[in-house]
């Protein structure tokens, strides 16, 4: 077995195809994960169909430090949001779009990997990491959205800026969901 045969087996085995924080892959975008991970040259590390959270804001906090205080892969409303208990840090309000971590095993593969996704809309794509046996990609797309939500636990935003809000960031999830069909659509076609 070659390394970077090697190394996709070892990582698949490891995080069960995904590192992201929440350890599952969301259904939006399992199909195109499943499929990447079949090809011999390639598989994923991470993947996000899409998310709108409210998220701490301030000096040392990250996302790996708990600063999640709401996610949801799917549509949202106002309702949801004024019912979230909110801590006493400010809070933004955002919406993120599709990211997909790809590792391959050649230039050539990262390039042909690269014109798939930005055919498919992802136009921030590209290569993030390059070593002897892995290169690494980010496919991402540009739909994002983010605004102050909250301030010493209450919403500082009016009902009527919500509703904008969860519009806006709803028809940017569904526009990210298309891209994304639209790339599994597009890499059957390079495998068929």
């Given amino acids: 077995m070659d390394k970077f045969n090697k190394i996709k087996e070892d990582n698949l085995a490891k995080i069960k195809y995904d590192k992201s924080s929440k350890g599952s892959i969301d259904e939006p975008i399992l199909t195109l994960v499943n499929q990447i991970n079949s090809l011999p040259d390639f598989f994923t590390t991470s993947s996000c169909s899409g998310r709108i959270s409210v998220i ?99 919403i500082i935003a009016n009902d009527e800026i919500l509703e904008e809000f969860c519009n806006q960031a709803n028809e940017k999830l569904e526009k990210a969901h298309m891209k994304i069909k639209k790339f599994t659509k597009n890499l059957q076609l390079l495998t068929d």
């Fill in 56 to 154: 701490k804001d301030g000096k040392g906090i990250t996302k790996q430090r708990n600063a999640w205080i709401f996610k949801k892969h799917q549509a949202i409303t106002v309702e949801e949001l004024k019912s979230i208990v909110l801590p006493k840090e400010r809070c933004s309000l955002k919406f993120e779009t599709v990211i997909l971590h790809i590792a391959t095993n050649s230039i050539d593969n990262a390039f042909k990997m690269l014109k798939i996704a930005r055919d498919s809309g992802w136009k921030k794509s590209g290569i993030i990491s390059y070593k002897k046996n892995k290169i690494m990609l980010e496919c991402s797309s540009t739909e994002v959205l983010a605004m102050p939500f909250s301030k010493e636990g209450r």
